[in-house]
């Protein structure tokens, strides 16, 4: 059975526990990236990390682009949102589309 993972500072992982996600705790981004590196390995099929984390774990999340899994989500914590995930989506659209359909920029 695959598993669900949430990697981010304590205060914006912690309600992910009451619906039954694997919640991981990271200092900072060095912590965050050591901590998907270890979790892809065992059988998640989802990690969602906060956009702070995810930003300076940039490299151990390129690892995961092209695999099936796991996938690799960026989330607002509880700073807010910090554009990533939109930035990924444009960035996928425009790979997969050859164009940028989604936004006037």
């Known amino acids: 059975m695959y598993k669900i993972g949430v990697i981010g500072d304590k205060d914006s992982v912690l309600g992910f526990k009451a619906?039954?996600?694997?919640?991981?705790?990271?200092?900072?981004?060095?912590?965050?990236?050591k901590i998907l590196?270890?979790?892809a390995s065992q059988n998640y099929a989802v990690i969602y990390i906060t956009e702070r984390m995810a930003a300076?774990?940039?490299g151990a999340i390129d690892a995961y682009k092209e695999a099936m899994f796991p996938a690799v989500i960026p989330i607002p914590g509880n700073e807010g949102a910090?554009?990533?995930?939109m930035m990924n989506v444009k960035k996928s659209v425009e790979r997969a589309i050859g164009a940028d359909i989604l936004f006037d920029n």
Do not use: I
């Open 19 to 33: 619906v039954g996600f694997d919640v991981f705790a990271a200092r900072d981004a060095a912590e965050a990236g």
């Open 37 to 39: 590196k270890e979790k």
């Open 56 to 58: 300076g774990a940039a």
């Open 82 to 85: 910090l554009g990533l995930g």
